[in-house]
């Protein structure tokens, strides 16, 4: 049976912020996060392994749910702090020449115009490699930080999108593709003509346009969001053309999978230009038993740090999981933040889940290059597509090299991911199959 051929791309956890600091292969210069080599180094790295692209999280507060206080988050470095990712992307952009770039950017936190007007640059500078994470924000600390009482109530946050992503589209269409005809025998820069405000007034955005600034080589850049509850799912198949999935089994991969691509197919979209990208961690080493080693100091780890990743779910969920007994089960769990995390951890002890991280339950994404690659070709054809987003919370170089050097490898010699670009434009590698 043929296998079905699958992307590829990098999730940045933790932004633009500490990496590897606490890891024995994190670097001689620690103090060096602030600057971009690391970031550039990765972009370099997986352009080399023909990647689709590489996804870079954000968010925009020093956490503090877990035990109502920010302590755990500094001394640990959890998620702060981090620098703004729209500053590193361009300079990612500019030392790569294939490789796309995605930058998360809230709609909470941005004007629809000032957002257009960002991608947009970030799609000329790149010659049509950007993307924007859409998401909506989900704490209230970040909401404070930009005046705000509170989130808004999640369902509405979504609504709100909704309109954001309409205002930003009509800006980005404001000028035609030929608009900017730059000739000087005719004295004609642009064309008034092919110019045109958009006057839009809704519920929740003014914004007159046009944009100041002309069509980007994509027209739109590409659109991502992570929308995993019900309203979020709705949401994604409407908007995204790359989804950000997380799943503990295949059974949840296909289902999440099919019902996007139904949603999709009713706001008459066609489903094949939506690709779920799902988050794994492999456990990568040259024999199967040094990557078992590895994969048990991994869970080593966590149990001696249970408390990093309890505060983590903390931030996620808006849930201060310091009130509940590890090895008791959860209640029913309800979030105005990442509702679908909320309902993923109900009924399930805290230990468990920090146990098993991102680990899919009926798979084994655990072992040799060759035998994982295996793995996640078999993974791919239950599911059906589209591909899947590497993550590693310490994102080292040693990491890296792993994966470009040997997971990415093993995969192309199977046949199911590419072996170099077919495009020069983010979206149309991502439509290449």
């Known amino acids: 049976m043929a296998q079905t051929p699958f992307h590829l791309g990098w999730f940045v956890m933790k932004g633009y912020g500490p990496k590897g600091w606490r890891s024995q292969w994190g670097g001689p210069n620690l103090h060096s996060w602030v600057k971009p080599d690391n970031l550039v180094h ?55 020449k294939q490789i796309g770039v995605i930058t998360t950017l809230s709609t909470t936190e941005y004007n629809p115009f000032l957002l257009a007007r960002l991608t947009n640059a970030l799609d000329h500078i790149s010659d049509g490699r950007a993307g924007w994470n859409l998401v909506t924000g989900s704490n209230d600390g970040g909401a404070q930080n930009f005046g705000y009482d509170k989130q808004f109530p999640h369902d509405e946050r979504y609504e ?174 309800t979030s105005n933040g990442h509702q679908s995390s909320a309902k993923g951890f109900s009924g399930r002890t805290p230990r468990d889940i920090v146990m098993q991280g991102r680990a899919l339950r009926d798979a084994d994404l655990v072992g040799t290059p060759d035998y994982v690659a295996a793995q996640m070709a078999e993974v791919m054809d239950a599911v059906g597509g589209d591909g899947f987003l590497i993550m590693d919370p310490d994102h080292t170089r040693r990491y890296i090299t792993e994966i470009a050097d040997g997971l990415t490898p093993a995969l192309q010699r199977l046949g199911v991911v590419r072996k170099k670009y077919e495009f020069t434009m983010l979206r149309d590698n991502l439509l290449a199959f």
């Not at 352009?47 to 996804?55: I, N, P, S």
């Not at 999978?257 to 990568?284: E, S, T, V, W």
Request: hydrophobic share 40%; charged share 30%.
């Open 160 to 333: 709100m999108a909704d309109e954001f992503v309409e205002v930003v589209q009509k800006l980005w269409d404001s000028w035609e593709a030929d608009a900017m005809v730059i000739d000087p025998e005719r004295g004609m820069f642009a064309d008034p003509e092919k110019v045109r405000p958009v006057f839009h007034e809704g519920k929740y955005f003014r914004s007159r346009g046009p944009l100041s600034a002309p069509r980007s080589p994509q027209g739109h850049p590409v659109i991502c969001q992570a929308g995993g509850s019900p309203r979020g799912r709705t949401f994604a198949a409407r908007w995204a053309e790359t989804i950000i999935a997380s799943a503990s089994s295949v059974g949840q991969m296909k289902e999440f999978r099919d019902d996007i691509r139904r949603q999709a197919a009713g706001f008459g979209r066609n489903p094949d230009h939506l690709k779920l990208m799902f988050l794994i961690a492999p456990i990568i080493a040259e024999t199967m038993e040094a990557a078992r080693a590895r994969e048990q100091a991994r869970l080593a780890e966590a149990e001696e740090n249970i408390e990093f990743y309890l505060a983590n779910m903390s931030r996620v969920t808006g849930i201060d999981f310091s009130q509940f007994p590890l090895d008791e089960k959860l209640p029913e769990l």
């Open 42 to 96: 990765l972009a370099r790295e997986l352009e080399r392994a023909a990647f689709d692209y590489v996804m870079i999280e954000d968010s925009n507060n020093v956490p503090y749910t877990y035990k109502n206080s920010h302590e755990t988050y500094l001394r640990l470095g959890l998620d702060s702090p981090k620098l703004d990712p729209s500053v590193v992307a361009p300079i990612m952009l500019r030392e790569t």
